[in-house]
């Protein structure tokens, strides 16, 4: 049975300056966003390091309701999910799964074919189990190996069948994707 309907749509300029509220230090944002980030976060050093080419940005609804962030990328010659972000005060309502549910999909609606991807800090021992949960698995670093990150990978089958079993009923419409989530 669902128990919410989602929607990942396209983030706005409005939607991704925005996101600096969530952002109380650099420490946090660097987490988050990775290197190259300077705080207090500035108007258009922000947008220039957060809307990179290849990169589509969405935001997460529940209901009317924007509770989280996530983007792909054409990274690695696979899907890569970046910068997936549960708004603070929506922590902790598996909304985690909801945005990976969202992003799958929308990127099988693009290319079946390829491969997921993330990277994680190892220390993020909460956004590890919620990758390991949908079936990510840690795979060789690409390029400079970092030892505070894990790279981790989903084959588009393994996917595939996550969403059958824990989406139902979804929509896609352009760059935006309507689902529930199933308890």
């Known amino acids: 049975m669902p128990d919410q309907?989602?929607?990942?749509?396209?983030?706005?300029?409005?939607?991704?300056?925005?996101?600096?509220?969530?952002?109380?230090n650099l420490n946090e944002v660097t987490r988050w966003g990775g290197e190259g980030f300077h705080y207090p976060l500035q108007k258009h050093a922000f947008l220039q390091k957060l809307l990179l080419p290849d990169t589509q940005s969405f935001v997460l609804y529940r209901g009317k309701q924007q509770v989280g962030f996530?983007?792909?990328?054409?990274?690695f010659g696979r899907h890569h999910l970046a910068r997936l972000l549960i708004f603070p005060?929506?922590?902790?309502?598996?909304?985690?799964?909801?945005?990976?549910?969202?992003?799958?999909?929308?990127?099988?609606?693009?290319?079946k074919r390829l491969e997921f991807s993330?990277?994680?800090?190892?220390?993020?021992?909460?956004?590890?189990?919620?990758?390991?949960k949908v079936g990510f698995?840690?795979?060789?670093?690409?390029?400079?190996?970092?030892?505070d990150l894990a790279f981790m990978t989903l084959s588009p089958a393994q996917a595939q069948t996550y969403l059958q079993h824990h989406t139902t009923a979804t929509l896609q419409q352009h760059n935006a994707v309507t689902f529930s989530k199933l308890s």
């Open 137 to 147: 698995t840690p795979a060789e670093q690409p390029g400079a190996v970092r030892d």
């Open 70 to 75: 996530g983007q792909l990328c054409a990274r």
């Open 118 to 132: 993330l990277y994680v800090f190892l220390s993020n021992e909460i956004a590890m189990n919620s990758y390991l």
């Open 5 to 24: 309907v989602y929607q990942l749509k396209s983030a706005s300029i409005d939607d991704c300056l925005a996101l600096r509220a969530h952002f109380s």
């Open 89 to 111: 005060r929506f922590r902790g309502q598996g909304l985690s799964q909801a945005l990976l549910q969202g992003l799958l999909s929308l990127a099988l609606g693009q290319n």
